[in-house]
C-alpha cells in the first residue's frame, strides 16, 4: 500500500485529481452511492432542470461493467500516460496552461456533447490530451502492441480503429482528436506556422491559482517542429533531441 501511495504521489498534480476522479466517479456509480442516472450529460436535465453537474460527472463517469471494463481501463491508462507526459514535458512547470489546455478542450466537448447528445465525456477529453502530445512530438518514433512502429502524429488514429475494435464509439475518439486539433491549431499552428492572431491566453486569475513553479515568460509548452527548425537555423544551433520513442505499456 506505501508502494502504491508512493506511486500515485508521483502523478503530476493536475494528472492526479483528473486520475483520481475518474476511477471515484465510476466507483461511486458502480457501488449504487449515487445513481448513474445522474451522472450523464443530458441536456433536457441540463438545460430545463438546471442540473449543471451533468458537465463535470460526465466528465469523469464511465460505466464499468463486464463489456465496457477492458475499454474503461486502456482509457485509464491512456490519461495517466498521455496528461502525465504533457503536463511533465510541454507544460513543465506551467500548470495554469496546462489547466487552461484542459478547460478549452472540455468547454469545446461540452458544448459538442450538448449538440450530439454524447452523453459520456471521458474518452473525448482523454483524446484531445492525447492528440495535444501527438502533435507536439509528431515525429517522435513509438511502438504499439504486437511490435508496430510508426510516428506519434499517427497514434491518435491508431488508437481511435483500437478502441472501436475493442467496443468503443468511433464518435467519441474523433470528437476528441477534432478539439484535440482545433486547440493546437489556434495555439500553435495559426500564429506560429501562419503568422496569425492569439486567439487563445491562459486567464490571469489561473496564474493566481496555479502559479509558475520556476521562472521565465508564462507560455503554452513548446512551439510545433516546423517553428523549432526555424529558430534554431537562425541560430546557427542543431536539432534539439526532443525524446525517444517508447513502448505503449512501458512505465
Known sequence: MSDLGDWFRSIPLITRYWFAGSIAVPLVGKLGLVSPVYLFLWPDAFINRFQIWRPITATFFFPVGPGTGFLYLVNLYFLYQYSSRLETGAFDGKPADYMFMLLFNWICIVITGLAMDMQLLMIPLI???????????????????F??????????WVILGFNYIIGGSVINELIGNLVGHLYFFLMFKYPMDLGGRNFLS???????????????????GV?????????????GGGRHNWGQGFRLGDQ
Open 202 to 220: 491562459t486567464p490571469q486569475f489561473l496564474y493566481r491559482w496555479l502559479p509558475n513553479r520556476r521562472g521565465g515568460v508564462s507560455g503554452f
Open 127 to 145: 483524446m484531445s490530451v492525447l492528440y495535444v502530445w501527438a502533435q507536439l512530438n509528431r515525429d517522435m518514433i513509438v511502438s504499439f502492441w
Open 147 to 156: 511490435g508496430t512502429r510508426f510516428k506519434a502524429c499517427y497514434l491518435p
Open 223 to 235: 512551439p510545433p517542429a516546423s517553428m523549432r527548425r526555424a529558430a534554431e537555423d537562425q541560430q
